[in-house]
């Protein structure tokens, strides 16, 4: 309008607009406080967009990384405090030159050999590197027992190893332990991780279990065992725990071992051996 109050455009070529001034200032706190409002919003707005922008430049693949990442990281940090202990393998001594008994007795060295090392893969093993620890011999049809976890707990806990191997030998008409059965077996264990050996050939069996034949029978009713003494058969269902010390002799076999004090020490023993 201009500014003799006539209605038509003025000669600067703008267009008409109503504009009204008030004669009180505070007319305008209203506006004044919405506009303020609005503007923080607008920059509230824009720090958002600034903090998120290098993570929806990709859009969503960045946000889904960081959390198969975060997800990643809290679930190793759960294996890693819960999850099994892996046994420790100590460094091995030098094999007794002249150990006071033959191979494959009590007081002599492994018999000669070669076994399975069963993990992902089948690895073959020399029985004279099996040291320190203790073998365990299960029989055909063995229900696995509370002395295998006590087993694999002692032998963590004096950092030596622990092995779980079938006798293939049949025995009342039952075959020998498969290696899932084995595996299922070891897994009872929480304190410690038995290692599973395959010895198809029997040589630690028929070296330490008595065969269960009639024919070796001895006058208490068993078969002799490895060191003279009768002792139970094959068949008995009864594990076999054969200790061995870190320069290969073995210092013991004990038929059925149960968990307890004596047999903490005999495991205890394989240290200073």
């Known amino acids: 309008m201009r500014p003799d109050g006539d209605p038509e455009p003025d000669d600067y070529g703008l267009p008409r607009i109503d504009v009204v001034v008030p004669d009180d200032a505070r007319e305008l706190d209203r506006d004044v406080v919405a506009y303020r409002r609005e503007e923080r919003r607008r920059r509230r707005r824009a720090r958002a ?13 960045i946000p889904i990384i960081a959390g198969a990442l975060l997800i990643a990281l809290v679930s190793g940090a759960l294996m890693t405090a819960f999850g099994p202990r892996p046994t420790p393998r100590p460094t091995a001594a030098q094999l007794a030159p002249r150990p006071p008994g ?65 006798d293939p030998r049949p025995a009342a008409g039952r075959p020998g332990l498969s290696i899932k059965d084995l595996r299922a077996c070891a897994g009872t264990a929480h304190g410690g991780t038995p290692q599973i050996l395959e010895d198809r050939r029997g040589t630690l069996a028929n070296a330490y279990v008595p065969a269960p034949s009639t024919s070796s029978a001895s006058p208490g009713g068993g078969p002799a065992s490895p060191g003279g003494a009768p002792g139970p058969s094959a068949g008995d269902g009864a594990l076999t725990a054969v200790f061995v010390q870190p320069d290969g002799v073995v210092n013991d076999v004990v038929r059925a071992p149960r968990p307890g004090g004596d047999l903490t020490e005999k495991v205890k023993s394989l240290r200073s051996g």
């Open 102 to 166: 033959s191979p494959g007795r009590v007081g002599g060295t492994l018999p000669s050999g070669e076994v399975d090392l069963v993990a992902r893969e089948h690895t073959r093993t020399q029985l004279s590197d099996l040291r320190p620890g203790v073998i365990g011999i299960v029989p055909p049809g063995y229900r696995c027992e509370a002395v295998v976890a006590e087993l694999a707990g002692r032998t963590q806990e004096f950092r030596l190893s622990f092995w779980l191997v079938a």
């Open 49 to 61: 967009r600034r903090l998120a922008g290098p993570l929806t430049r990709f859009g969503v693949a």
